[in-house]
């Protein structure tokens, strides 16, 4: 049974960082393909940014450079490393997980790819 379950969220001013964790458990593939997504009220989930099972990392533009997605695959905890940080980063974040056993992430970072999620971690941006 997979669980994910993020942390590090919180208040932080314009301009700012923060660092989001996301601990899994459960896992049955070695190194599976993870991602951060964002959501805000009223709008769909967007992905932010997916890494590989080899720990190749994908990012979609709008964090490029400002994000950097990491694991610790002893501790199986995905993190977040957030910079420059705008009020238009608040918003919902999740970890997400895709259990096929190649680990490789597909592309675009599709909702419908990931089978596992945590419950979310705010992020406020003022």
């Known amino acids: 049974h997979v669980q994910l379950v993020e942390s590090g969220g919180g208040s932080v001013q314009a301009g700012g960082s923060l660092r989001l964790s996301c601990a899994a458990s459960?896992?049955?593939?070695?190194?599976?393909?993870m991602a951060w997504f964002r959501q805000v009220p009223g709008k769909g989930r967007e992905g932010l940014t997916s890494?590989?099972?080899?720990?190749?990392?994908s990012y979609v533009n709008s964090v490029k450079g400002r994000f950097t997605i990491s694991r610790d695959n002893a501790k199986m905890t995905l993190y977040l490393e957030m910079s420059s940080l705008t009020s238009e980063d608040t918003a919902t974040y999740y970890c997400a997980l895709d259990s096929h056993p190649s680990g490789h992430c597909l592309p675009y970072l599709r909702v419908s790819d990931y089978q596992y999620w945590g419950q979310g971690t705010q992020v406020t941006v003022s």
């Open positions: 459960g896992v049955e593939t070695n190194k599976p393909c």
């Open positions: 890494l590989d099972g080899d720990g190749s990392p």
